[in-house]
């Protein structure tokens, strides 16, 4: 276990200090906010913290400027700059301040936190060279730098502190559940239980049963009384995941509950009043499903109180490398062979099109953790994963020529004869000519309909000029007309 201590966060975002200030708090710190230096100097005296938090740019000074005499005063506390003035004259400031760390803004929560744990292990450390890691769930489950991301924790922010109804929109996989979690994990029901539920999972004959739960003989094979998923989740949050599934009568005495605050079992009579928080979630087009009398209006609105949408990883590539890393972390505490992750290959993981978005990408890296016989994963290995189909042309950083030089260094360094005997040159360059036939095609064929068949651009991405591009789609077969976005 990590280090508990007392923590002071200053900024005058009250959304930060919430959200910043009841993650440290489920972490088991003692934690105060303020907004302004002037109260800053205050709760220093008053509250004695072993760390502080501040940002800068505070409405009554430069969060920086007192830090050295800060540091100089109390020489066993540490500090963490928080920052948008993201420059490295912000950065050295801090350093030459004597601060223990600088994380930028936007911030992830995690990478706060294991600030937040180092600096306790640097205080409480009493064997030197001792080693404790972090506690697994001093973070939240959510990972992200991104301005799409800042958006999200800035939304679960405001809605921790009340029991307003949730309805978190997005693709499939993008981590729905989640936010579920999280919201429930940081706000006043996190000691009651969090029960999810998906409706596209069950049979509909079965969903009010699961929901509602049932008496004894209220239907063929119901032997005992059963609670179901609200009852279950009494004091707490209960998660409709895939709430676009849910039937049209199972909708009705949803709305009902929401309503009043109670319902019936099946084959009930007596009403069972219940107190939960409700957060649904879907990847389909809700007003849509209205239009066609697939989903209640009414229901949707009770629903759709504070709308969170999750985006897709394709639109957030920026945290791909950050997200890749802490799955490759947690394949690790789960046992599987710990893996590094090359600069090159997080480049590349960063230019896939991610259809299966977060939940692909964990399956990747779990994938790569067994399968990589190397510590740290390159490109290459990467490369022979990843479907060249969804991976963006005008990233792939190289020319045919580059390519054909990459496919004759893999046979050379990898590819053997007889009992271990190196290929020779005549049948490495067989080989060469053999792999590079299948993968050229996929090349040519991707950055071709990436430009809507336009010739001179898919040369110029490619790196050959345009009457090589002609020869190489006569020698293989390929139509330019056939190759655009809409064929």
């Given at each position: 276990?990590?280090?508990?201590g007392?923590?002071?966060?200053v900024?005058?975002d009250?959304?930060?200090c919430?959200v910043v200030g009841?993650?440290l708090?489920?972490?088991?710190?003692?934690v105060?906010?303020?907004?302004?230096i002037?109260e800053?100097?205050?709760?220093?005296?008053?509250?004695?913290?072993?760390?502080?938090?501040?940002?800068?740019?505070?409405p009554d000074?430069?969060?920086?400027?007192?830090?050295?005499?800060?540091?100089e005063?109390?020489?066993?506390?540490?500090?963490?700059?928080?920052?948008?003035q993201?420059?490295?004259?912000?950065?050295v400031?801090?350093?030459?301040?004597g601060?223990?760390?600088?994380?930028?803004?936007p911030?992830?929560l995690?990478e706060l936190?294991?600030?937040?744990?180092d600096?306790l292990?640097?205080?409480?450390?009493?064997?030197e060279?001792?080693e404790?890691?972090?506690?697994?769930n001093?973070g939240?489950?959510?990972?992200g730098?991104?301005?799409?991301?800042?958006?999200v924790?800035?939304?679960?922010?405001?809605v921790i502190?009340n029991?307003?109804?949730i309805?978190?929109?997005?693709?499939?996989?993008?981590?729905?559940?989640?936010?579920?979690?999280?919201i429930?994990?940081?706000?006043?029901r996190r000691?009651?239980?969090?029960?999810?539920?998906?409706?596209?999972?069950i049979?509909?004959?079965?969903?009010?049963?699961?929901?509602?739960g049932?008496?004894?003989?209220?239907?063929t094979?119901?032997?005992?009384?059963?609670a179901g998923k609200?009852?279950?989740?009494?004091?707490?949050t209960?998660?409709l995941?895939?709430?676009?599934d849910?039937p049209?009568?199972?909708?009705t005495r949803?709305?009902?509950?929401l309503?009043s605050?109670?319902?019936t079992?099946?084959?009930?009579?007596?009403?069972?009043?219940?107190?939960?928080?409700?957060?649904?979630?879907t990847?389909?087009?809700?007003?849509?499903?209205i239009s066609q009398?697939?989903?209640?209006?009414?229901?949707?609105?009770?629903?759709?109180?504070?709308?969170?949408?999750?985006?897709?990883l394709r639109?957030r590539?920026?945290?791909?490398?950050?997200?890749?890393?802490h799955?490759?972390?947690?394949?690790a505490?789960?046992?599987?062979?710990?893996?590094?992750?090359?600069?090159d290959?997080a480049r590349?993981?960063?230019q896939?099109?991610w259809?299966?978005?977060?939940?692909?990408?964990?399956?990747?890296?779990?994938?790569?953790s067994?399968l990589?016989?190397?510590?740290?994963i390159?490109a290459?290995?990467?490369?022979?994963?990843?479907?060249?189909?969804q991976i963006?042309?005008e990233?792939y950083?190289?020319?045919?020529?580059?390519?054909?030089?990459a496919?004759?260094?893999?046979?050379?360094?990898n590819?053997t004869?007889?009992?271990?005997a190196?290929m020779?040159?005549?049948?490495?360059?067989?080989?060469?000519?053999?792999l590079?036939?299948?993968?050229e095609?996929?090349l040519?064929?991707e950055?071709l309909?990436?430009v809507?068949g336009?010739?001179?651009?898919?040369a110029q991405?490619l790196?050959?000029?345009?009457?090589?591009?002609?020869?190489?789609l006569?020698d293989?077969?390929?139509?330019?007309?056939?190759?655009?976005?809409?064929?």
């Open positions: 276990m990590s280090p508990k007392r923590i002071l966060v900024d005058d009250q959304a930060i919430m009841e993650a708090r489920r972490s088991g710190h003692k105060k906010t303020s907004g302004t002037a800053r100097s205050q709760l220093l005296r008053s509250f004695a913290p072993d760390i502080l938090i501040t940002d800068v740019k505070l000074g430069d969060g920086l400027d007192d830090v050295a005499n800060i540091i005063r109390c020489p066993d506390i540490s500090v963490i700059i928080l920052s948008a993201n420059t490295l004259n912000t950065a400031r801090a350093t030459e301040k601060a223990f760390e600088y994380l930028p803004k911030f992830d995690n936190s294991r600030a937040v744990s600096a292990l640097k205080k409480h450390k009493d064997v060279g001792q404790q890691p972090a506690d697994e001093d939240l489950p959510l990972v730098r991104s301005a799409a991301m800042q958006e924790y800035r939304t679960i922010a405001r502190s029991d307003l109804t309805l978190v929109l997005g693709e499939s996989g993008t981590g729905k559940e989640l936010v579920a979690e999280a429930h994990n940081l706000g006043r000691t009651k239980p969090f029960v999810a539920i998906n409706m596209a999972a049979p509909r004959e079965l969903i009010e049963s699961e929901l509602f049932h008496e004894k003989g209220a239907f094979g119901a032997q005992a009384r059963t609200f009852e279950q989740a009494q004091g707490g209960l998660f995941d895939e709430i676009g849910m049209m009568e199972a909708q949803l709305l009902r509950v309503q605050g109670e319902f079992s099946v084959g009930g009579n007596n009403p069972i009043r219940v107190d939960v928080r409700i957060i649904a979630a990847n389909q087009d809700l007003p849509s499903l009398n697939k989903f209640r209006e009414d229901l949707y609105y009770r629903l759709n109180v504070v709308p969170i949408h999750l985006p897709a639109e590539r920026d945290d791909v490398p950050l997200l890749a890393r799955f490759l972390d947690l394949a505490n789960d046992g599987l062979p710990r893996k590094m992750l090359a600069e290959a590349l993981l960063s896939y099109s259809p299966g978005n977060v939940r692909e990408l964990q399956n990747l890296m779990q994938r790569l067994v990589c016989r190397e510590d740290v390159s290459g290995v990467v490369r022979q994963i990843l479907p060249a189909s963006s042309p990233h950083g190289e020319s045919v020529e580059q390519l054909r030089s496919v004759r260094t893999w046979a050379r360094e590819l004869v007889g009992s271990g190196t020779a040159s005549g049948e490495e360059d067989i080989l060469h000519e053999a590079l036939s299948v993968v095609p996929v040519l064929k950055t309909r990436s809507d336009n010739q001179i651009k898919a991405l790196g050959i000029n345009r009457n090589t591009l002609r020869k190489k006569t293989y077969g390929l139509d330019p007309a056939e190759l655009r976005r809409g064929d």
